[in-house]
């Protein structure tokens, strides 16, 4: 079974600066994708970025990006130029890319604090 | 285009009781999930359903039914609600297997069984 493990359960950082999110999985599969969730206060989860593991490059969206090391099972979130709406709960997910399986495995999230 | 929406927003129940939460989406989408969040946890899959009228079994079904008459809505059902499924619960929706299978997230519903 997969696993999605998020080993820091909170982290703050000042705005405007760089922060890292950290996450590792286990799989026994070669293509699968991975995520990251925002969620808010208001509770909605919000996809930030998502990344495909038969591509090599990384995944960017704006002030986000993630860094994809396939053989060492990570996928950690860069966050630059932090905003205080970057605040939330940052989940890392998993899903496997064989048709006909569903689960979307989550890790148990990461709290970020925006320091003003 | 109100995305994915969920009724109730909270609901209060006594053990014993049932109870239906309705999901909705108006994207068209195929797939649709539900999943339950809990302190210090992730997301986890109750039941999915790939298509109107199916369903199928996730991570922790034991408790709960669903059904998918129409595309549009799946609900979810507690047919003798335990303290232990006091959860938020999330519904989810996506489109036919594209490249990113992005789920789509409704605002989720806070459950407390007392």
């Known amino acids: 079974a997969q696993t999605v493990t998020q080993s820091q359960p909170e982290m703050s950082v000042q705005e405007a600066e760089t922060v890292t999110l950290s996450c590792t999985y286990d799989?026994?599969?070669?293509?699968?994708?991975l995520f990251w969730y925002k969620q808010p206060p208001s509770r909605q989860m919000i996809l930030v970025i998502r990344?495909?593991?038969?591509?090599?490059q990384n995944a960017t969206e704006n002030r986000f990006s993630v860094n994809f090391q396939k053989a060492a099972k990570s996928f950690s979130l860069k966050i630059s130029d932090s905003q205080l709406g970057d605040a939330a709960m940052y989940f890392c997910?998993?899903?496997?890319?064989?048709?006909?399986?569903?689960?979307?495995?989550f890790g148990t999230g990461t709290r970020l604090t925006i320091i003003p | 285009n109100a995305g994915v929406t969920q009724t109730p927003k909270f609901r209060v129940l006594k053990t014993g009781q049932s109870m239906t939460l309705l999901c909705a989406q108006d994207?068209?989408?195929?797939?649709m999930y539900w999943y339950r969040q809990d302190p210090g946890m992730g997301l986890r899959l109750i039941h999915y359903?790939?298509?109107?009228?199916?369903?199928a079994k996730g991570e922790v079904p034991d408790g709960y039914n669903v059904s998918r008459l129409k595309k549009q809505n799946f609900l979810l059902g507690l047919e003798s609600a335990a303290p232990s499924q006091t959860s938020v619960y999330f519904c989810?929706?996506?489109?036919?297997?594209?490249?990113?299978?992005?789920?789509?997230f409704g605002p989720g519903t806070r459950l407390t069984v007392l």
């Open positions: 989810a929706s996506r489109g036919r297997p594209s490249s990113y299978n992005e789920q789509f």
């Open positions: 799989t026994s599969e070669s293509d699968y994708y």
């Open positions: 990344q495909e593991a038969y591509k090599q």
């Open positions: 997910a998993y899903r496997s890319a064989d048709f006909g399986n569903e689960k979307l495995t």
């Open positions: 994207m068209n989408h195929e797939y």
């Open positions: 359903s790939v298509g109107e009228g199916t369903t």
